[in-house]
């Protein structure tokens, strides 16, 4: 099965989803998610995480989770491995209990961070467990209006913020603008090829990333997706052939055969190019083109 994309760099923001296999659920009761809750816990102090949000629900949950260093996949894979050998063992089953790898969607922390903190709080109730998302003791919702104590590991300082510098004042806005939140549809439904949420500039930024360096172990084909079209370079370094090549090659996108056709020359023609268009230290070591 293809790894799906994981854009990883110091202090990105993501909305991480985890799903039961076949639909099954991943939380039998209270102790599961105790349990679960206290490895969220040891992995965001190993590795570095900062929760905004959280919610637990039967069969999946969801994160909303930044990242200190870029190491989401580390972490995540610690978190739901570590689980799926405790439910399994504490319920005497074998085989999955995750579908597939979780997933992952970048997020532009400004200006998507406060309605995706209240889509999830508020999944309980769209689930109709509860009719008011402080019912639900199972997200991060009344840890952030103070309810509860909050763990050292949910940031609710950042969000808060957003609603004014009396720490009371806040809390009780922040209530009420997750309230106003029911029936609104979900900021899920903007997302960029399932991948990344935020401004036109934000995901063309994230587009011209040089992919070996914050991508995780993935595809060419796949990274083609979030490429910008071969014609974006020749238009971006108009009258510099050269650099233009060398910049499309540089994202590990495009092989040199599938750039030569783009620019209407041969291979051999598309390779010293290349070359001659990348600074020494930026050229890919990589062995020969896989699309000769």
């Known amino acids: 099965m293809t790894r799906p994309l994981r854009i990883q760099y110091p202090g990105a923001l993501y909305h991480v989803t985890s799903r039961g296999d076949r639909k099954a659920l991943i939380f039998r009761d209270d102790t599961d998610r105790a349990v679960w809750l206290q490895l969220l816990g040891e992995v965001c102090g190993r590795f570095g995480y900062a929760v905004h949000a959280f919610c637990m629900m039967g069969n999946h949950y969801h994160l909303l989770v930044e990242t200190i260093n870029a190491n989401l ?3 995540m894979r610690h978190l739901n491995g570590v689980y799926a050998q405790y439910f399994n063992r504490r319920h005497d ?5 995750f579908q597939g790898r979780y997933h992952a969607v970048l997020i532009e922390k400004e200006a998507h961070l406060l309605e995706l903190a209240r889509y999830i709080v508020l ?7 509860v009719t008011q998302p402080q019912h639900w003791r199972w997200s991060s919702f009344n840890f952030t209006v103070a309810v509860l104590p909050p763990p050292s590991w949910l940031e609710t300082d950042w969000l808060l913020s957003k609603f004014g510098p009396n720490a009371n004042a806040a809390k009780l806005a922040y209530r009420q603008f997750v309230l106003n939140g029911l029936g609104i549809s979900s900021p899920l439904q903007n997302i960029y090829r399932q991948l990344m949420l935020g401004s036109a500039e934000f995901i063309r930024q994230h587009q011209q990333t040089t992919f070996s360096d914050h991508i995780d172990g993935v595809s060419r084909q796949q990274r083609s997706v979030l490429a910008l079209p071969l014609q974006a370079y020749r238009d971006k370094f108009p009258g510099d052939r050269n650099t233009a090549m060398a910049a499309a090659y540089q994202t590990n996108a495009y092989t040199i055969t599938a750039i030569a056709r783009a620019f209407g020359v041969s291979h051999a023609t598309a390779s010293r190019a290349i070359r001659q268009g990348l600074p020494l230290s930026s050229c890919r070591n990589d062995g020969p083109d896989p699309g000769v």
Do not use: E, I, S
């Open 73 to 75: 996949a580390l972490g």
């Open 93 to 97: 089953l074998v085989g999955h209990v």
């Open 123 to 129: 999944n309980p109730v769209r689930a109709q467990f």
